[in-house]
Nanobody, 126 residues
Framework: QVQLVESGGGLVQAGGSLKLSCAASGRTLSRLIMGWFRQAPGNEREFVAAITRSGSSPYYADSVKGRFTISRDNAKNTVLLQMNGLKPEDTAVYYC???????????????????WGQGTQVTVSS
């Protein structure tokens, strides 16, 4: 089993920045593909970013490309999501997720991920 705990959400003005953190326990992080998803009220949970086990290849949704950066520190069992240039449409609950398979390329669908955190709220005011 893998436990994931997100932190770092909050309220920020448009154009501002936030850094989300996901702390993993229960399994060596280096064996997991890690991803971030988000879900706004009334919407499906959508892919935001993912990163390979080594951290060498990040993937991003088009809506966040150039503004968000995903990174990981396997030694600290932590995955980060740096969010810059935030927009009101980025408002959502953000979830950290882990994929235990060896799939390549990384999955961008929520069904592919085996473990989920409880989520952290990000609110961007206009």
């Amino acid at each position: 089993q893998v436990q994931l705990v997100e932190s770092g959400g909050g309220l920020v003005q448009a154009g501002g920045s936030l850094k989300l953190s996901c702390a993993a326990s229960g399994r060596t992080l280096s064996r997991l593909i890690m991803g971030w998803f988000r879900q706004a009220p009334g919407n499906e949970r959508e892919f935001v970013a993912a990163i390979t086990r080594s951290g060498s290849s990040p993937y991003y949704a088009d809506s966040v490309k150039g503004r968000f950066t995903i990174s990981r520190d396997n030694a600290k069992n932590t995955v980060l999501l740096q969010m810059n240039g935030l927009k009101p449409e980025d408002t959502a609950v953000y979830y950290c997720a882990a994929d235990r398979t060896l799939r390549t390329p990384v999955a961008v669908t929520k069904e592919a991920y085996d473990y989920w955190g409880q989520g952290t709220q990000v609110t961007v005011s206009s």
